[in-house]
């Protein structure tokens, strides 16, 4: 079992940064795949971003590619999304997920989720 605990949401002008952090407490991220996705009110869940912890294999949805960044803290089983040039499309909550099939991009092939963060991107 992983609990997973997310942090760094807030409101930021279009055009801003915020990262966010993914706490794993329970087991080590070792040999998961973990991502972030993103639901807007009266929106389906959205993939964003997914890392393979032991390889370091990334893909981003092309929405984000160029902007967000995502990075792992091995030593404090965190995981981090750098998000530049923030939209107001970007509004969201933030999730974190973790999940064991390589660079999964659906949110069923993912098994533990955090309870998730708001970033709303407005003026």
């Known amino acids: 079992q992983v609990q997973l605990v997310e942090s760094g949401g807030g409101l930021v002008q279009p055009g801003g940064s915020l990262r966010l952090s993914c706490a794993a407490a329970g087991r080590t991220f070792d040999s998961y795949v973990v991502g972030w996705f993103r639901q807007a009110p009266g929106k389906e869940r959205e993939f964003v971003v997914a890392?393979?912890?032991?390889?370091?294999?990334?893909l981003y949805a092309d929405s984000v590619k160029g902007r967000f960044t995502i990075s792992r803290n091995s030593a404090k089983n965190t995981l981090y999304l750098q998000m530049n040039s923030l939209k107001p499309e970007d509004t969201a909550v933030y999730y974190c997920?973790?999940?064991?099939?390589?660079?999964?991009?659906?949110?069923?092939?993912?098994?533990?989720w955090g309870q998730g963060t708001q970033v709303t991107v407005s003026s």
């Open positions: 997920a973790a999940g064991v099939i390589t660079l999964a991009t659906t949110p069923r092939e993912y098994l533990y």
């Open positions: 890392i393979n912890w032991n390889g370091g294999n990334t």
